[in-house]
């Protein structure tokens, strides 16, 4: 009898659910029952989701939908067990305590590493700091409790996988994860996590918008499943796995998986190109009264920026690539122009103070490395500076979440003279371009150039 093996995820939202845990479904259908997933959350804010997963038996259905619209239908029974939450996590750290648990896998915003520009954990955020004295509010925190409870059972060596954008997302996490250990002062444990756990690199990828109400009775239609957690995303999917893990792993490559030896090359080209593209815009969208993404990407201007920002500053900075950087670029805008996801721009421009540095300022500061002035990419942190003097003013139309941000900071920020140049002074944003001059006067004409674009956006955006 093959014994059962158990993915442990922390993080109970919707692209799990339609990514992570449809491969593992994949494997299902195929026959191979060898591995499962229990589910659980960090924090009280999915209850409702759990219990409602919980009480059917971990089951949902994924609706997808093609850019022409096809919708397909798929039962997903990979989630065999739904971990409740409590303040002390304890069924997190029950399950991952267990030998059966070889993977602890995990999906969090690029704020929820608490990683400065220079990729250190910032000590002085407030969470690490409460973590730091024992709290479980960050994934440090709860990886800690979780991982003293294995090492104390002698437990056996397992595999911490990133599921989430934070670029070479597998060793940044890990050296946060060690620095926090040591800033704990935690030897025993940060000797154990060296020697039994190792943390593969990773890209992710299917747009999976927040669920809508309009789902529910799709699904019961098309299925007879009365289902109250459904989720839908694009039926566009892609996972790329450094092939590292150290208590074995379900054999992902049988259902379409890319294990590989570097992850690179594929994770610059969708955190650049998809992931800088889709912030920029839904900031555009945002700014010119908009609320989706597709009815954002079908306006030409704004189109315009996003294939000028990849062709001119990102095909450049990324060549030669193994991937066809041009292709890939029109497949992704072809993915943003899909009428039937109906994702919204406020999803996506979710942690912007985070996505500048991550997403945006290598392609800056390479640009300028090889002798050019990156004006197309330059439009995006435009963007978001006046997105963000939008809500400062009280000014956007949704509640704006950043994980990073500091409300009387920002406000402060644009209560001054100078706002621009407060915004452009900022090392953790833009690092050593912060005190670039020519940075700088090219921001302040980017500015000013959008500024014009804005009261007339169906007009082209002037050339800088």
Known sequence: MTTKSVW?????????????????NQLHKQGDDGWSISLGNIRNDAGELLNQLAAQRGEYVLETVTPEGERAYEKIASIRKVLPWDKEISALVEEGAKASTRVIGFTVTEAGYYLTPQHELDVHQPDVKADLTGGMTTLYGALSRILHQRMSNGGEPVTLLNCD????????????????????????????????TVSPNTMVDRITPRPTADIAPRVKAATGFDDKVPVMGESFIQWVIED?????????????VEMVKSV?????????????????????????????????????????MAWDYVTEDVIPSLSPSPL???????????????????????????????????????????????????AATAVLPALFFLFLQRWANGQLPYEY???????????????????????????????????????????????????????SPQSPLAAA
């Not at 800088?276 to 990407?297: F, Q």
Request: aromatic share 10%; with cysteine.
């Open 324 to 374: 066809d950087l041009a292709e890939y670029r029109d497949v992704v805008l072809a993915r943003f122009r899909n009428p039937y996801i109906k994702d919204t721009n406020q999803r996506v421009v979710a942690d912007g103070l985070s996505k500048i540095p991550g997403f945006i300022t290598p392609t800056l500061i390479e640009c300028y490395q090889r002798g050019e002035e990156p």
């Open 264 to 304: 690179l090359p594929y994770e610059e080209a969708k955190i650049r190109i998809l992931n800088a593209s889709h912030s920029c815009i839904a900031w555009a969208g945002t700014l010119t009264g908009l609320s989706y993404i597709d009815e954002s990407t079908v306006q030409q201007p704004i189109r315009q």
């Open 165 to 196: 954008n934070l670029r070479h997302n597998g060793e940044r996490f890990r050296h946060g994860f060690l620095s926090f250990l040591k800033a704990k002062g935690d030897h025993a444990l940060f000797d154990w996590v060296t020697t039994h």
């Open 244 to 256: 590292n893990f150290i208590n074995g792993r379900p054999p992902l490559e049988n259902v379409g």
């Open 8 to 24: 442990m995820h922390i993080g109970a939202g919707s692209f799990h659910r339609a990514h992570q845990a449809w491969y593992l």
């Open 401 to 455: 979440q950043d994980g990073v941000m500091q409300d009387d900071a920002i406000r402060a920020l644009f209560a001054a003279p100078e706002p621009l140049k407060a915004f452009v002074s900022d090392e953790t944003l833009f690092a050593e371009l912060a005190h670039s001059s020519a940075f700088h006067e090219l921001m302040a004409r980017t500015v000013t150039r959008l500024e014009t674009w804005i009261k």
